[in-house]
């Protein structure tokens, strides 16, 4: 078993739609990121959260330590959020990430 | 901005080539990554660096080796190339200096296929 999960492995949706993936990990953490990565490879960061809820523009990140669980929620989605989102962490006293396998999204006008 | 630049977007190399896959970073990050992606797979690292000449195998060293003889600079080279090295490999770097939880940075990935 993977030690980060996402679900669901492929998403498509109409634009404007509300879109949540999630991640979901078994190990002890000091951060989870969410990246997002567009077709020609570059990966680029979205957001780094150790607690609670973090929001930029559309996109809203949230994690419940307890419960192991991050969710990335974007809201009114748009054919350029088209891409692999991918959740990973940073384990505990190492800057070494782990990652999920991504979410593929398409929207679709 | 931060920028990682890797030295090529696409390689194609024969079996049994020596490959060398630069990486060079502008923000004097400590921190230095190479990590394979493949499909199914996502990304999995294979070395890392967190300062000049230092070195750590990650969880898929094998059949590869890093340099780092300038901060700015890790070079991942494969030794002898071979198809299973097929991939997309990217570079990250991030600040390091005992500082926990920044960002990573990556490259825009090169995509390597041994023939």
């Known amino acids: 078993k993977n030690e980060v999960e996402q679900s669901p492995q492929n998403l498509t949706a109409q634009e404007g739609e509300f879109i949540t993936i999630n991640c979901s990990y078994s190990v002890g953490i000091s951060a989870l990121h969410w990246l997002q990565q567009h077709p020609g490879g570059g990966i680029v960061s979205l957001f780094m959260?150790?607690?609670g809820k973090k929001k930029h523009g559309r996109l809203i990140a949230t994690i419940n330590i307890q419960e192991k669980h991050s969710s990335l929620h974007i809201t009114a989605s748009h054919p350029r959020d088209s891409a692999v989102y991918i959740c990973a962490v940073s384990r505990s006293n190492t800057d070494k990430l782990i990652f999920g396998t991504g979410t593929r999204l398409q929207v679709f006008p | 901005d931060v920028k990682v630049t890797q030295s090529s977007r696409y390689l194609v190399k024969r079996t049994g080539e020596k490959v060398f896959l630069e990486c060079v970073q502008d923000?004097?990050?400590?921190?230095m990554f190479w990590y394979r992606q493949d499909p199914g797979l996502g990304l999995r690292l294979i070395y890392f660096?967190?300062?000049?000449?230092?070195?750590e195998k990650g969880d898929i060293p094998e059949g590869y080796s890093v340099s780092r003889e300038k901060k700015e600079r890790f070079s991942l080279i494969l030794e002898s190339a071979s198809t299973n090295q097929t991939s997309m490999y990217l570079c990250?770097?991030?600040f390091g200096q005992g500082v926990r939880n920044t960002e990573a940075f990556f490259g825009q990935g090169t995509r390597l296929t041994v023939v």
């Open positions: 990250a770097s991030s």
């Open positions: 660096s967190y300062d000049v000449k230092m070195k």
């Open positions: 923000m004097d990050h400590e921190n």
């Open positions: 959260l150790s607690s």
